[in-house]
């Protein structure tokens, strides 16, 4: 159970670059709940999402996960817990070590690393079961250099070195944004797949609105660096691409409003 | 043949120092300038201990944990004060002169009235095996110190290429590579990148250390400056041993190291017999590493525009 209160954090505080990247959001979810977060650009979704995953001290809030206030837990602390996928489909594996290397690191993600043989024949066995799910072709190229395979290929194994131990939390941070329509519904269906399988908790950032549409059972809509609509359940489920669509329209026209409006009574006062 | 052997055997001590580099700069792609300190206080220590009468196993042992610590002092700089790397190196390189000149009392230690490893694998020799004075080998006849000199290097090779490639296979080992690879991943795995640094500098730093106490003991003195230096040629000996194997599986890097370091004391030695001037060695190494850095790059920008040329 994830509960997050009064989230603040400015970057760039005090100069003219400021900006207001949460404020205030108050966002709570039970166990096995699939959250989906949109927003413009620069309303605040991917830094939500790092202040969960612990990317940087918040200037004010609280985080807690199953009753653990986690607030002050560096990356690495966090990440016994919580699982993660990159916007950037690099970021989540290391070029220059196999799959079956770098698979192997993420069996352990829970527990200290130990002086245990990296890649027993246990371990090995496991982990042809787990890329043999992927129907990627990719067991029979365990001992190759995973720098050598394509975006969409990295993104499927990070996910599921991700979820390889069950996380607490998952974190996708519009993590299909970077791939080719077509491998991205390959790497969306696994996510669905996966996360439904274990019914992971999730909270999954994206720009797609066929995704938020389609995917999870929440869906949260943010706007400079609040919450200004939370869907859920029945409302969740009758949700079109388009009403998203119409939502971030009015949004828009809102906005032109303000800014025509301040100008108006500037002209007229000033 | 005796030019070879020594060759040979000194490429053998140095291995470990080539080694330590190849952890800091290849796995962690971290530049470790505390490389020059650390070899020359293995020696110190190593060589102190040994006039005050200490078993040489344990002196040994004590000149390379005294090297890991200096690198563990680097990795803390780093990690935990935010000194950029290279310089968290210069300045425990630097500190480390001064504590090296103490440690000694002097600038140069004579080990050679001293029992050292090297007298006492020719002492086993040749009480427990009965090796006589000089040895034939491949029809040459070479004294026996040579011999056990050039046995105990190999054979301190193979135990630290054994047991580092064991240690780079388990799952610290596996997650110590990735960090070099990858920090943001490793992190994103659950393990703090700052210890895993800060164990890989210390582990090559103690490599360091170990192979300076081993080359004292074999040259026979400890001197302060003799660390100078010392990280370039771990990065030629590196250069060369990743080009003889051409792979980056692990296995096979380790032993590329190993030759790369013993190959590059031989083209040193026969230079040097042809008449290159000592007093050069360091220039034509820096020369060395830097083309080796800088070429295939340089060849590759250009393969590249000539192939961009054929397309337009």
Redesign the interface.
């Known amino acids: 159970m994830l509960k997050a209160t009064g989230l603040t954090k400015t970057f760039n505080g005090g100069t003219p670059n400021e900006v207001r990247a949460l404020d205030g959001v108050n966002l709570g979810f039970d166990d096995g709940a699939f959250v989906v977060v949109v927003g413009t650009n620069g309303s605040g979704k991917s830094t939500l999402l790092g202040a969960l995953a612990g990317e940087f001290p918040l200037d004010g809030g609280r985080i807690e996960l199953d009753g653990i206030d986690i607030t002050g837990w560096?990356?690495?602390?966090r990440?016994?817990w919580i699982g993660?996928v990159?916007q950037n489909p690099f970021?989540?594996?290391?070029?220059?070590?196999t799959i079956a290397?770098?698979l192997?690191?993420?069996a352990?993600?829970?527990?200290r690393?130990?002086?245990?043989?990296?890649?027993s024949r246990r371990r090995r066995e496991t982990l042809v079961q787990k890329v043999q799910s992927l129907n990627m072709g990719l067991e029979g190229r365990l001992d190759h250099?995973i720098g050598n395979l394509s975006g969409g290929q990295r993104q499927a194994l990070t996910l599921l070195?991700?979820t390889w131990v069950k996380p607490r939390l998952l974190l996708l941070d519009e993590h299909t944004a970077a791939l080719d329509p077509k491998t991205a519904a390959v790497v969306i269906r696994l996510t669905r797949e996966i996360v439904g399988r274990d019914r992971l908790t999730t909270l999954m950032v994206t720009h797609s609105m066929q995704q938020a549409a389609n995917l999870g059972d929440r869906l949260i809509m943010m706007h400079r660096g609040r919450i200004i609509h939370d869907v859920r359940e029945e409302d969740k489920r009758r949700l079109r691409a388009e009403d998203l669509l119409e939502r971030f329209e009015d949004l828009r026209r809102t906005e032109a409003l303000d800014a025509s409006a301040a100008d108006l009574l500037r002209n007229h006062y000033v | 043949m005796s030019l070879l052997i020594s060759a040979a055997t000194t490429g053998f001590f140095l291995a470990m120092l080539v080694l330590g580099v190849y952890v800091t700069f290849r796995l962690f792609d971290f530049c470790d300038l505390t490389t020059d300190g650390s070899f020359a206080l293995g020696a110190a220590v190593t060589a102190i201990l040994l006039t005050a009468d200490v078993h040489p196993v344990w002196a040994t042992l004590a000149g390379a944990a005294a090297g890991a610590a200096a690198g563990a002092l680097t990795g803390l700089l780093h990690t935990r004060m935010g000194i950029h790397g290279l310089l968290a190196g210069i300045l425990v390189m630097t500190a480390l002169y001064s504590v090296n000149l103490h440690i000694m009392g002097k600038s140069n230690v004579p080990l050679l009235s001293t029992p050292t490893l090297i007298t006492l694998s020719e002492e086993f020799a040749a009480r427990r095996l009965g090796v006589p004075e000089n040895v034939m080998l491949l029809g040459w006849t070479v004294a026996l110190r040579d011999v056990a000199a050039l046995a105990l290097g190999a054979g301190v090779v193979a135990v630290a290429l054994l047991l580092a490639f064991v240690f780079f296979r388990t799952d610290l080992g596996t997650a110590m590579r990735a960090t070099g690879d990858n920090p943001v991943m490793v992190r994103a795995l659950g393990a703090d990148t700052r210890n895993m640094l800060l164990a890989g500098v210390a582990i090559a730093n103690g490599l360091v250390a170990l192979s300076g106490a081993l080359l004292a003991q074999y040259q026979g003195f400890a001197d302060v400056q003799m660390g100078l230096g010392m990280l370039v040629w771990g990065l030629a000996s590196v250069i060369i041993g990743e080009a003889l194997v051409r792979t980056r599986r692990l296995g096979l890097v380790l032993v590329g190291v190993v030759m790369g370091s013993i190959l590059f004391r031989l083209l040193v030695a026969i230079a040097l017999r042809w008449g290159l001037e000592p007093n050069d060695l360091k220039l034509i190494t820096a020369v060395f590493v830097l083309g080796a850095l800088f070429l295939p790059g340089l060849l590759e920008r250009l393969t590249r525009r000539k192939g961009a040329a054929g397309h337009a």
């Not at chain 1, 560096?74 to 602390?77: E, F, K, Q």
């Not at chain 1, 352990?108 to 527990?111: A, C, E, P, V």
């Open positions: 560096p990356v690495y602390r990440a016994r993660r990159f970021a989540g594996t290391a070029p220059g070590m290397e770098n192997t690191l993420a352990r993600r829970d527990r690393f130990g002086l245990a043989r990296a890649l250099e070195m991700a």
